[in-house]
Nanobody, 124 residues
Framework: QVHLAESGGGSVQTGNSLKLSCAAS????????MGWFRQAPGKEREFVAA????????HILKSVEDRFFIFRDNVKNMLYLQMNYVRPEDTAVYYC?????????????????WGQGTQVTVSS
């Protein structure tokens, strides 16, 4: 069982930065690929970023790849999403998720465990 807890969300203005964190607990943390997804009001959950178990490979949603960065600390059992130059369209609940795979996963169905989410609201 892997438990995930997101933090770092909040209300920010356009152009600012925000760093989301995801604390993970459970066995074999270093074996799990991790990802961030988001869900805006009235929309389906959307892939944002993923990272392999070693932290050496990432995949970022094309529309945010020049602004968002995913990284992990396998010693501290932490996953992060650095969000720079945020825009109102980044407003959503952000979820971290764990996939039983060492490789990057981009499909929500490949993820077994999910956090409760953290709200990010960007005002213009």
């Amino acid at each position: 069982q892997v438990h995930l807890a997101e933090s770092g969300g909040g209300s920010v203005q356009t152009g600012n930065s925000l760093k989301l964190s995801c604390a993970a607990s459970g066995p074999l943390w270093n074996s799990w690929a991790m990802g961030w997804f988001r869900q805006a009001p009235g929309k389906e959950r959307e892939f944002v970023a993923a990272i392999n178990s070693a932290g050496s490979h990432t995949h970022i949603l094309k529309s945010v790849e020049d602004r968002f960065f995913i990284f992990r600390d396998n010693v501290k059992n932490m996953l992060y999403l650095q969000m720079n130059y945020v825009r109102p369209e980044d407003t959503a609940v952000y979820y971290c998720a764990a996939a039983w795979s060492s490789a990057v996963q981009v499909e929500a169905n490949d993820y077994l465990y999910w956090g409760q989410g953290t709200q990010v609201t960007v005002s213009s």
